[in-house]
């Protein structure tokens, strides 16, 4: 069985993430995640980076009632799998890993 280190909560958040492809072009993607910890996240997503990728990763927290600025949980991190999705085959998900994740108030990423 394995054990994790970190707490992952299970949230289904709207993300966007980034990495360098090819001759160093600039690739994004878009997707949900499915569960967050202050070192990783899985994403679900139609476009996946490529295993061992180093990408930029940000979830939206959504808006709420007392909270003026949105939420954003940001970071730099490794993918370290890239799977199919039981449930949809036209999806897949990806796992990455990093150092650690912010969280910061705000519209856009800094």
């Given at each position: 069985?394995?054990?994790?280190?970190?707490?992952?909560?299970?949230?289904?958040?709207?993300?966007?993430?980034?990495?360098?492809?090819?001759?160093?072009?600039?690739?994004r993607?878009?997707?949900?995640?499915?569960?967050?910890s202050?070192?990783?996240?899985?994403?679900?997503?139609?476009?996946?980076?490529?295993?061992?990728?180093?990408?930029?990763?940000?979830?939206?927290?959504?808006p709420?009632?007392?909270?003026?600025?949105p939420?954003r949980?940001?970071?730099?991190?490794?993918?370290?799998?890239?799977?199919?999705?039981?449930?949809?085959?036209a999806?897949?998900?990806?796992?990455?890993?990093?150092?650690?994740?912010t969280?910061?108030?705000?519209?856009k990423s800094?």
């Open positions: 069985m394995l054990t994790r280190k970190h707490i992952r909560y299970q949230l289904e958040l709207p993300a966007i993430f980034s990495w360098k492809g090819g001759a160093h072009t600039q690739k993607g878009a997707g949900l995640t499915r569960d967050l202050i070192v990783g996240a899985f994403v679900c997503t139609d476009s996946p980076p490529p295993l061992q990728a180093h990408i930029q990763l940000e979830a939206i927290l959504p709420s009632p007392s909270v003026v600025d939420l949980i940001s970071g730099k991190g490794r993918v370290v799998r890239v799977t199919p999705l039981p449930e949809d085959e999806r897949c998900g990806f796992a990455v890993v990093g150092k650690s994740f969280v910061r108030r705000g519209e800094g």
